[in-house]
């Protein structure tokens, strides 16, 4: 089955410092990789989609990297902000299943002042 | 667009007791999906339905859980009988590959509690 791991539970920074996550997978090539953001008590938010022929993707503060052949994807927030403090998930398909995705148990990132 | 729409968003109810939690999706979306999250377990897919059929339930727990989708702008999910360890967070989500996005829409999520 596959398998997504994503760096750490945790990670705290100082504000102004770039963030960076990682999410690794297994087993399969998945056509696009997705990350999403989870604040407490409410539903993750989609923030990019990364398709499996584009190595980058930038929104605003926002980048993610997706190598094919390491089967990781690398999420960056730049300027960190304490609003950026969230839990943030990672998502794949599998190729073969339109529309189902699979999630990482996330990476809960602190930004502080 | 109000977003996808989950009720009630608590629940306490007593083990053995039947539990329906619904869903609206965003309207025109034709992927609509039922998670459960938890501490221990982080995200698990329950089942999705794409135009109104179910398409995967492997991820059921058992028996006690079912998922209807009578139309395209209503879902629910039963839990009967429940018990203590069906306490979690649940989410409706929805996703449209019309536009080729194929993000997923969570709602707010349904919060229950067994006791």
């Known amino acids: 089955s596959q398998k997504i791991e994503q760096n750490s539970e945790a990670l705290n920074i100082q504000e102004g410092k770039t963030a960076t996550l990682t999410c690794n997978y297994t087993n399969y090539s998945p056509a696009y990789l997705q990350w999403y953001r989870q604040d407490p008590g409410r539903g993750p938010v989609f923030l990019l989609l990364?398709?499996?022929?584009?190595k980058e993707k930038r929104k605003e503060r926002l980048k993610v990297t997706f190598d094919t052949t390491l089967k990781q994807s690398l999420f960056h927030i730049t300027a960190s902000q304490p609003a950026d403090s969230a839990t943030y998930l990672c998502a794949l398909d599998r190729g073969s299943t339109l529309g189902r995705l699979y999630f990482g148990r996330g990476t809960q990132l602190t930004v502080w002042p | 667009d109000a977003g996808v729409i989950q009720s009630p968003r608590h629940e306490v109810t007593e083990m053995g007791q039947e539990v329906t939690l619904r869903c609206k999706p965003i309207?025109?979306?034709?992927?609509l999906f039922w998670y459960r999250q938890t501490m221990m377990r982080g995200l698990e897919l329950l089942i999705y339905?794409?135009?109104?059929?179910?398409?995967?339930d492997s991820g059921m727990p058992e028996d006690r859980f079912s998922a209807k989708m009578p139309n395209a702008s209503f879902s629910t999910l039963k839990i009967q009988p429940s018990e203590p360890r069906d306490s979690a967070v649940y989410f409706c989500?929805?996703?449209?590959?019309?536009?080729?996005?194929?993000?997923?829409?969570f709602g707010p999520g349904t919060r229950l509690l067994v006791l």
């Open positions: 989500a929805s996703s449209s590959t019309g536009t080729g996005l194929l993000a997923q829409y």
């Open positions: 990364i398709r499996e022929n584009e």
């Open positions: 309207s025109g979306h034709d992927y």
């Open positions: 339905f794409n135009n109104n059929v179910p398409i995967d």
